[in-house]
């Protein structure tokens, strides 16, 4: 089995591709079997490392293999006989062809083929280390959520025991031909691996999220909510990579605010991330492809530091039931009590720390819930969210 998984998201356009490319690069070169898979159905893999990639991998460097994940070629590997199976059986409960063409095709088939290839791989122990080049971070997110949505879609399309699928199934597939109690059972199979892959990256000691952006405001935007329900479900997030950071000094006139405007987005994204270690990849001040600039940006990336080592460890945002509340705690290790003002703003918590403001993305279900009081207790703060009154 895979030692560690890393799992590279952010906003669309931020160089999450070439971090990724980098970070598995840098580690093949320090001796681990690294396989380095995009799973963005805009896959610019193959470019970032200026060779062609095929839907299997293939070698690209000494230690180090590469695939970009082919959706229809993934598909018909894993799914193609649920869905001829699911459509016979539709068509044969008299549905319309073209409603049961539809709904023979599962929620979440794609980000599915990606989770099943990383479980094989995982499983296959022919690599070290697995790093995943992932989607934008909403298609993260439905990725990392998929083995639920599936079993539920499951229940409603067969929403029979176990047993019951079995003996229906085998005078249906006597009579009929076809093989619905072999079928439901190749599909639990597949869910069975869905499932446990699922437990691997939720696994903080095998699997890492690192988030990439840029210091920009739409940008840390998305990255801020990406973490708080990469942590609200539980993923374990062990760095930040800001891309494409300019110099402050020699920049020249024209870039002058960028650079000024650029500051005070990095102050913002360490007050917003803390304590995670946040890494820079200045500009490069050209396109970044091919293997010797690839080993540019993992030397700045990391340095001395081992690429696939746990960087961080434990939770910074979580949310728990207390009763018919919720209490949101929040990770500040230096705060005391009384140090600490809470406000609900919008989608937003605006945490006032002595003379510093942090703002923090709530889950959106919490905009039903009225804040409570605050306090900080073993370096947590922790706000109480009450039901709003009818």
């Given at each position: 089995m895979a030692?560690?998984?890393l799992?590279f998201t952010?906003?669309g356009g ?6 990724a ?5 840098r580690?093949a070169?320090?001796?681990?079997r690294t ?7 805009a896959?610019?893999?193959?470019d970032?490392l200026?060779m ?5 991998p293939?070698?690209?460097a000494?230690n180090l ?9 993934s598909?018909?590997k894993?799914?193609?006989?649920m ?8 068509r044969?409960?008299g ?7 539809e709904?023979a095709?599962?929620p979440g088939m794609?980000?599915g ?8 791989f ?6 070290d280390l697995?790093v995943v ?7 993260t997110l439905?990725?990392l959520t998929?083995?639920?949505?599936t079993?539920w879609?499951m229940?409603?399309a067969f929403?029979?025991q176990?047993?019951?699928?079995k003996?229906?199934g085998f005078?249906l597939?006597?009579t009929?031909?076809?093989p619905?109690d072999?079928g439901?059972d190749?599909?639990?199979r597949?869910?069975?691996?869905l499932?446990?892959?699922q ?7 095998i699997s890492?999220?690192r988030l990439?952006m840029n210091?920009?405001?739409m ?13 609200l479900?539980g993923?374990?997030v062990d760095?930040?990579i800001v891309n494409?950071?300019m110099?402050?000094?020699?920049t020249?006139p024209?870039l002058?605010?960028y650079?000024a405007?650029?500051?005070?987005y990095?102050?913002?994204i360490d ?6 270690p946040?890494?820079?990849?200045p ?5 970044v ?5 690839l080993?540019?940006i993992g030397e700045e990336?990391?340095?001395?530091k081992?690429p696939a080592?746990l960087m ?6 979580r ?6 509340d919720?209490?949101l ?10 140090e ?6 919008g ?5 006032q720390l002595?003379?510093q ?7 959106k279900f919490?905009a039903y819930?009225?804040?409570?009081a605050?306090s900080v207790?073993n370096?947590?703060?922790?706000v109480?969210?009450a039901?709003a009154a009818?």
């Amino acid at each position: 089995m895979a030692k560690r998984i890393l799992l590279f998201t952010g906003k669309g356009g931020v160089g999450k591709t070439t971090c990724a490319a980098a970070t598995a690069l840098r580690a093949a070169e320090q001796g681990y079997r690294t396989l380095v898979l995009s799973s963005d159905p805009a896959h610019s893999l193959a470019d970032a490392l200026d060779m062609p990639l095929g839907p299997e991998p293939v070698q690209v460097a000494e230690n180090l293999w590469a695939q970009e994940v082919d959706l229809y070629y993934s598909m018909k590997k894993y799914w193609g006989n649920m869905r001829e199976l699911m459509l016979t059986v539709f068509r044969w409960q008299g549905v319309d062809r073209i409603a049961a063409e539809e709904m023979a095709a599962l929620p979440g088939m794609n980000e599915g083929s990606v989770l099943l290839w990383l479980e094989q791989f995982y499983r296959s122990g022919d690599y070290d280390l697995i790093v995943v080049d992932s989607a934008p971070t909403g298609e993260t997110l439905t990725l990392l959520t998929l083995p639920q949505a599936t079993q539920w879609w499951m229940s409603r399309a067969f929403p029979f025991q176990k047993t019951a699928i079995k003996t229906a199934g085998f005078a249906l597939r006597k009579t009929t031909g076809i093989p619905l109690d072999k079928g439901y059972d190749e599909l639990n199979r597949l869910f069975e691996k869905l499932k446990s892959i699922q437990d691997v990256l939720g696994n903080s000691d095998i699997s890492s999220v690192r988030l990439v952006m840029n210091p920009e405001k739409m940008v840390i935007e998305e990255a801020r909510r990406a973490y708080t329900y990469l942590q609200l479900y539980g993923y374990g997030v062990d760095a930040v990579i800001v891309n494409r950071v300019m110099p402050e000094e020699g920049t020249g006139p024209v870039l002058a605010r960028y650079v000024a405007a650029q500051k005070k987005y990095l102050e913002e994204i360490d007050h917003s991330f803390s304590p995670l270690p946040i890494l820079h990849v200045p500009h490069s001040g050209r396109e970044v492809f091919g293997v010797e600039l690839l080993r540019e940006i993992g030397e700045e990336l990391y340095g001395a530091k081992d690429p696939a080592a746990l960087m961080y460890s434990g939770q910074t945002y979580r949310v728990s039931e207390e009763g018919k509340d919720y209490v949101l705690e929040l990770r500040l290790p230096f705060a005391h009590e009384g140090e600490v003002e809470a406000r609900h703003a919008g989608d937003q918590l605006v945490i006032q720390l002595a003379n510093q403001r942090r703002n923090y993305l709530l889950p959106k279900f919490l905009a039903y819930y009225t804040l409570g009081a605050a306090s900080v207790r073993n370096g947590w703060l922790r706000v109480r969210f009450a039901q709003a009154a009818a």
